[in-house]
């Protein structure tokens, strides 16, 4: 990953490259962004241009040994540790998935990571073992390069196991650095904060996701501002969305409502049962979606202006709706969908979770409650 890779982030780019060329890296320190802002991203560029050996002046040359090596997450001074499952298990058991799924999405969230190593609605953390294993082989000489470098993703869930690390990043051995990316601070032990030199990491603004979605994904002008505008920063998100194409949510959408109207149990329940097939990651851009809906809808019906927010596709679809959903209806099926969405991410079960809700929107839709 060379800097050029890394999204927006231009001082902080600028400042690491300064920091490096002139050989003052802090032996530990803590990257800290919202998930999304490019933290995993720029730690890996950070490692890549300290172990390029053919460093340019605003980037690592991506074309030297090293380079390539740490491009594949391959090169053996650059180790990795994140949350994994299971036990008697460490990061090392799931490197190959680990490369697979962080090569083909450098801004992959936690939820995307448990995806990948089949761990949904399992909670991930970095265990005893993986401590133990980071001790060993951050004990042992640099195989290629003058440094060894180790990137912890998410530190937070080393929980007190931590503490078996303390040490060892207080006193680290010669040319070792650490870099801890994390996203929230205070879940993260005090011990091995203070021990850690913080940078933040800010989202990202919308200009960035926009330039970002459209030279890195291809992603066309005028979808890459949409979802730069539903994504808060978040670059992964938006790569995501940009996926799920917009016009797919507004027919799956649709199609909810329209059941929901009529309230055919069978309809309903086929509905929620192919719904929850779909993961939980969809559900919430799908959620995402609906609720963008329910504002750029909100403007149609009060300006009856159809210049908002939404495709063709899209826009078709509302101006449907505004023959069903009456404008005191929408907030509260704003209120139920923010509702939903807090379920979704706390791994609520997705059937009877949508079941309850298609039923209550069937109650709303049908006028029977107000509130
Ligand atoms: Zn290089």
Same mark, same amino acid.
């Given at each position: ?163 078996? !690390? @303390? %040490? /060892? ?7 070792? &650095?650490?870099?801890?990316? =994390?996203?929230? #601070?205070? *879940? ?110 909100? !403007? @149609? %019906? /009060? ?7 939404? &495709?063709?596709?899209?826009? =078709?679809?509302? #101006?449907? *709706? ?50």
């Amino acid at each position: 990953m060379q800097f050029n890779k890394v999204i927006g982030q231009t001082q902080l780019k600028k400042a690491f490259i300064q920091q490096i060329n002139a050989d003052r890296m802090p032996h530990a320190q803590l990257f800290l962004g919202a998930s999304g802002s490019g933290s995993l991203a720029v730690a890996r560029a950070f490692a890549q241009y300290v172990l390029c050996t053919n460093r340019q002046a605003n980037d690592a040359c991506g074309q030297c040994r090293a380079c390539s090596k740490a491009g594949k997450l391959v090169h053996p001074d650059l180790h990795f540790s994140f949350p994994t499952v299971g036990s008697k298990v460490t990061s090392d058991t799931f490197l190959p998935q680990w490369r697979e799924t962080l090569l083909s999405n450098p801004y992959m969230n936690y939820n995307q990571w448990l995806n990948a190593i089949g761990a949904e609605n399992k909670q991930g953390n970095i265990n005893k073992d993986e401590c133990v294993n980071i001790i060993k082989k951050m004990s042992l000489k640099a195989f290629e390069s003058p440094y060894k470098i180790l990137i912890i993703w998410l530190p937070e869930l080393l929980g007190k196991e931590g503490n078996r !690390l @303390l %040490k /060892l990043i207080e006193e680290p051995p010669e040319n070792t &650095l650490f870099i801890l990316v =994390a996203e929230n #601070q205070e *879940l993260i032990l005090n011990t091995i904060l203070s021990r850690c030199q913080l940078t933040k990491i800010h989202p990202l603004n919308d200009d960035e996701i926009v330039n970002g979605l459209m030279q890195q994904a291809q992603v066309s002008s005028d979808m890459a501002q949409k979802v730069a505008h539903l994504s808060n920063g978040d670059f992964g998100e938006a790569l995501s969305l940009s996926q799920h194409q917009e016009s797919e949510n507004a027919e799956l959408f649709l199609d909810w409502m329209r059941k929901c109207y009529i309230g055919k149990p069978n309809e309903l329940v086929a509905w929620v049962e192919a719904f929850a097939k779909l993961g939980r990651e969809r559900q919430k851009y799908f959620l995402r979606y609906a609720l963008h809906f329910m504002r750029e809808y909100m !403007l @149609l %019906k /009060l300006t009856g202006n159809a210049n908002v927010r939404l &495709l063709d596709k899209e826009l =078709a679809t509302a #101006q449907n *709706l505004t023959k069903v959903i009456e404008f005191n209806q929408i907030e509260t099926i704003t209120s139920l969908l923010n509702d939903v969405t807090y379920y979704v991410e706390r791994n609520a079960n997705a059937k009877v979770l949508f079941l309850d809700t298609s039923i209550r929107l069937n109650k709303i839709l049908k006028k029977k409650v107000i509130v």
